[in-house]
């Protein structure tokens, strides 16, 4: 509700009020503008500008309303979810009226629009006192003012795309803030040596304002000088004189940056509970099918040791429990270790030459190699390098080349091909072998799922692939694999925002 002014000086109120001659005078585009502004800063379809009488309160300019006057003591504001009054007052103590918007859904001002609309306030005053003979400032002067000093960026173009106006807020430097005057998007940006496809959708982005007689509104990024996104909210909007005429177009941008910021980290907040979720349903899978029979090991392997009397079958079941207990230990760390993955957005990236990595994983398998007689060609000439953290190139190299080890064809000498592309700022890893394959018409649902093996053999525990796919979409990429039966598997990983120069 708006706050009415006080009665205590009602009657020098009333005296200031009438010496303006304000009161039950026509429309003035002046005062039109100002209620248009004060609803574009707001972003509010209600605004209105009024003066309290003594006993009502005349509507002198408005947008969204039809009233023309309401009696004093109504509550206009409470029909509205959302409503800010800013007082107008005179003589540093004497409240005449308000500038208002007002919206039919709860909302809040920044405070950089809280600004804007009493800067827009302020004005209304420097305007009423135009209308007395001591001042005689322009009302040119008068708008100016009132558009440099708002905390957002603010154009105006004329009927044929060309500025009438720029304030600092839009363009910060002098030079070419007077340059641009009377000049479109193709002649600044020629003159300020830039891509003249931002002049393109500046002009259609005009041209579909003029040519609809709507306002139009797009968000827009930028990078500052210090490499920082700042996101900003256009609009734009027609403006038509008395009889209907496309005259200008006004347009304005607010930084949106926090609010996008937020957004980013709700977003965030919701894929981590997503991921939370899935990470329960991981260590029921694990309990399930990779702890439980280690478990149940260990709790006969110590009730025998415990019915035992014999030292030395004791000694004998003790060193069986040992191995269970390691392999525990293992799944353990490797379920925790993949959680840690899923929760560390903060991991560092380096510039990474794929063959030295590559050279690390091999020196960690060394034995198993020399045992398997494995033959290992790479072609890493197309994309040599990739932006990524250490840790995670290296154990998705180990473990893709590891299980191509583990599960090679007891007919035929180990192959493994590894080779990188460059595709469209992307780089695609591939490993392909001629072991075991994989039938992907049974497994293709459960290829990259924790706990799943699709081959006999006494050290699977279908850790490896769950971990290469967490490591790689924890980055952003993906992960797949074609693979035959008895003929061979090739996996392929898609390593996104590669754009560097080799």
Partial sequence: MINLPS?????????????????????EEEFDNIVKLASIISQAPVSALTFVDADRIWYKAKVGVTCTETPRNSDAAGNYPFFVAIPIVVN????????SVAGYEAATLTQEQHKGLALLAQQVVTLLQM????????????????????????????????????????????????????????????????????AEQRRAQFLEVKNSGKAIGWEESQTDPDGNIITFLRRMFPMHDEQGNFVMVIGFGIDISERKALEEKQTLIMEQLAIQNTQLIDFCNVVSHNLRGPLINMAMLAEFIQESEDVEEQKLLVSKLEPVIESLKSTFN?????????????????????ATCLQEALDGLVVEIQKAEAKISVDFEDAPAIIYPHKYLASIFYNLISNAIKYQSPHRTLSLNLASKFREGNIVLTVQDN?????????????????????????????????????????GGRIWVESLPDEGSTFSVEFVNQNMNW
């Fill in 131 to 198: 209308r007395m003979p001591v001042i005689n400032n322009s009302i040119k002067e008068f708008y100016e003012s009132i558009l440099n000093n708002i905390p957002t960026d603010i154009v105006v173009f004329d009927a044929d795309h060309k500025y009438l106006f720029a304030n600092p807020g839009a363009i910060k430097n002098d030079e070419f803030r007077k340059f641009i005057i009377g000049k479109d998007d193709f002649e600044y940006a020629a003159y300020r040596n830039r891509d003249l496809k931002i």
């Fill in 334 to 354: 490797e379920l925790v270790e993949s959680i840690q993955i899923r929760q560390d957005h903060t991991v560092k990236s380096d510039n990474l030459n794929l």
């Fill in 92 to 99: 540093k103590h004497l409240v005449i009226g308000h500038l």
């Fill in 435 to 475: 072991g075991l394959g994989i039938d992907l018409v049974k497994h293709k649902d459960n290829i990259f799922k924790i706990g799943k093996v699709f081959h006999r053999h006494p050290d699977a525990k279908g850790l490896g692939l769950f971990m290469t796919k967490t490591q790689v979409e924890a980055m």
């Fill in 7 to 27: 009665l205590n000086n009602e009657a020098d109120r009333i005296d200031a009020l009438y010496v303006l001659e304000i009161l039950d005078t026509g429309e």
